[in-house]
């Protein structure tokens, strides 16, 4: 049997493209005493990966070239000679751009997928859904009846986001690229209201949105976005600074224009990593789940077929072509 996947080839300059990732075959890996074989079933693709392309270092260790690409994935056990997990056992982990993975059982973690389709736990109820349960609640902390605007608020982390603001009785004001991401976000997540910064008129439709300015900005963008929500923000307000997506493909970085805000405003502003905050995961999770059942909390997905199509997507995930949660199907 092969495993096929996907290796960083070379990195970009500028903005990602397919030649700098290559498919590649090799044997499926035979697990030692004490690990896992795992059959990846979906991967989840995320904008962090851009950032650990780069030759520098961030907050995390670079990608090396040649290596599987990072990822998120939900898989099925098929060999075990770990005590903890069973041939069948669904599992999260971070077993990568590949069909096949092994695991020494650590950061492994068996899933219920009995009660939610499995790849819900790379989304809603995963990474993305604990971010945006951190920024907002952990950082921002909105009283009812304040004002939250969140950018690429139809994304994975956005659309939380927007959804935990209503639940704790907020306003909820998302941006988005595009009028079907904005109703989306209106019609169907119940955000009080949806600023199509493509439509060319940013700054006055963000005005009529937040009519009593904004308390919290959950960033996940940056640029000229930022700028808006600066112009925008009350006395005392917060910024939890998630993201900053219009600036990973970026050559030249955008200069923010209106930091006089930040003074003038006494704003709060805090960035942030979610991997920093595991002692939030299971008061996080257990929220998200709740929110879910009950129907509260709604998400939405983008799914192509095949390892093959990572590269593409993911590049397309950069460029806001994902509707939702970007994931691919691998099994
Ligand atoms: P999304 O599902 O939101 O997908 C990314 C979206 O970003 C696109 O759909 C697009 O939406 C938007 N976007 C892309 N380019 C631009 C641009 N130039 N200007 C404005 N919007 C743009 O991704 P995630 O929910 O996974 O991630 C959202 C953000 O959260 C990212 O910045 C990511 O890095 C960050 N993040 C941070 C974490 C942390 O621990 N700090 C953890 C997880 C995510 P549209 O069509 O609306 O433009």
């Not at 907050?59 to 099925?76: H, N, P, R, S």
């Not at 041939?87 to 973690?109: A, E, P, R, T």
Request: charged share 20%.
């Amino acid at each position: 049997m092969k495993n096929r996947r996907v290796v960083l080839a070379s990195r970009p300059a500028g903005w990602v493209s397919e030649a700098n990732f290559r498919i590649e075959e090799a044997p499926v890996p035979a697990p030692a005493d004490g690990q896992v074989l795992v059959k990846n079933l979906w991967l989840s693709l995320d904008p962090y990966m851009r950032g650990r392309m780069n030759e520098g270092r961030s907050y995390a260790a670079k990608q090396e070239l040649g290596e599987v690409m990072i990822g998120g994935t939900v898989g099925e056990v098929v060999e075990s000679k770990h005590p903890k997990f069973a041939k069948g056992d669904q599992v999260l982990g971070m077993l990568g751009w590949q069909q096949y993975g092994l695991s020494d059982g650590k950061g492994l973690n068996k899933v219920d997928a009995s009660r939610v389709p499995p790849s819900a736990y790379l989304g809603v109820l995963g990474m993305p859904g604990v971010t945006a349960w951190v920024g907002l609640l952990d950082i921002c902390q909105p009283k009812p009846g304040e004002t939250v605007v969140v950018s690429a608020a139809s994304g994975a982390v956005g659309s939380v986001v927007g959804q935990i603001a209503k639940i704790k009785g907020c306003r909820a004001v998302g941006i988005a690229g595009g009028r079907q991401k904005c109703d989306y976000v209106v019609k169907e997540l119940g955000f009080d209201a949806c600023v199509d910064y493509k439509a060319g008129m940013l700054n006055d439709d963000l005005k009529v949105a937040v009519p009593d300015g904004i308390d919290c900005y959950f960033e996940n963008v940056g640029g000229e976005i930022l700028d808006a929500a600066l112009r925008r923000m009350n006395a005392f307000s917060r910024i939890a600074v998630c993201g900053l997506i219009s600036q990973y493909n970026a050559t030249e970085p955008y200069g923010v224009k209106t930091v006089q805000s930040i003074l003038t405003n006494r704003i709060k502003v805090q960035g942030f990593i979610v991997s920093d905050r595991m002692e939030l995961w299971p008061k996080a999770l257990a929220d998200l789940a709740g929110w879910v059942a009950a129907g509260r909390i709604k998400y939405r997905e983008t799914v192509t077929e095949g390892l093959e199509t990572a590269p593409r997507a993911f590049i397309g995930l950069l460029k806001g072509e994902n509707f939702g949660k970007q994931l691919v199907r691998l099994g």
